[in-house]
T-cell receptor, first 114, second 111 residues
């Protein structure tokens, strides 16, 4: 079975630009979460979506937004990129929301902002 | 959210048993303890989860004392491929607050 997939694998952007990252969850999983991982730190929670609705938001500015589509795939958008947005962006999917459940992470998208 | 404290790094050798302890003094009654493993440039991978006493699966054991203020991840007979960062998480898992990761423990296995 295919795991969580993310695209693109790597991305280089310039300050002030906009970026869209994509995630496809494991088949049958309805919940998708996004995390940002800066080098040397653990992943930090950005958003969680379930059944196309935002169910949780971490401490990130409004430049970060996301959505979930009817097929449960998801996009993370970041506007007005800053150098500090350079990080590994991880997507995780799970069967349900609000349960103590395993989160299955994708390989991530490495974003570099110059 | 319960805060966790774990060693920044640990070293061991192939074939040894490795125990990584995590402190979580403010754990809530309905919190579970979950451990993840992460290799460089990969997403974290679930290892084991427990609520109390002992849990064992094919890759690790998790020991949780009665007061639940700490937990110990035990990796039997480690190999070089177990070199990774190990995160201890405490909480409800996939709820609205997401998973809260600390800095983790960088485990280095030597030949």
């Amino acid at each position: 079975d295919a795991g969580v997939t993310q695209s693109p694998t790597h991305l280089i952007k310039t300050r002030g630009q906009h970026v869209t990252l994509r995630c496809s969850p494991i088949s049958g999983h309805k919940s998708v979460s996004w995390y940002q991982q800066v080098l040397g730190q653990g992943p930090q929670f950005i958003f969680q979506y379930y059944e196309k609705e935002e169910r949780g938001r971490g401490n990130f500015p409004d430049r970060f937004s996301a959505r979930q589509f009817p097929n449960y795939s998801s996009e993370l958008n970041v506007n007005a990129l800053l150098l500090g947005d350079s990080a590994l962006y991880l997507c995780a999917s799970s069967l349900d929301w609000g349960r103590v459940d395993e989160q299955y992470f994708g390989p991530g998208t490495r974003l570099t902002v110059t | 959210l319960a805060k966790t404290t774990q060693p920044i790094s640990m070293d061991s050798y192939e074939g040894q048993e490795v125990n990584i302890t995590c402190s979580h003094n403010n754990i809530a009654t309905n919190d579970y303890i979950t451990w993840y493993q992460q290799f460089p440039s990969q997403g974290p991978r679930f290892i084991i989860q427990g609520y109390k006493t002992k849990v064992t699966n094919e890759v690790a054991s998790l020991f949780i004392p009665a007061d639940r203020k700490s937990s110990t991840l035990s990796l039997p007979r480690v190999s070089l491929s177990d070199t990774a960062v190990y995160y201890c998480l405490v909480g409800r898992g996939g709820g609205a607050d997401g998973l809260t990761f600390g800095k983790g423990t960088h485990l280095i296995i030597q030949p």
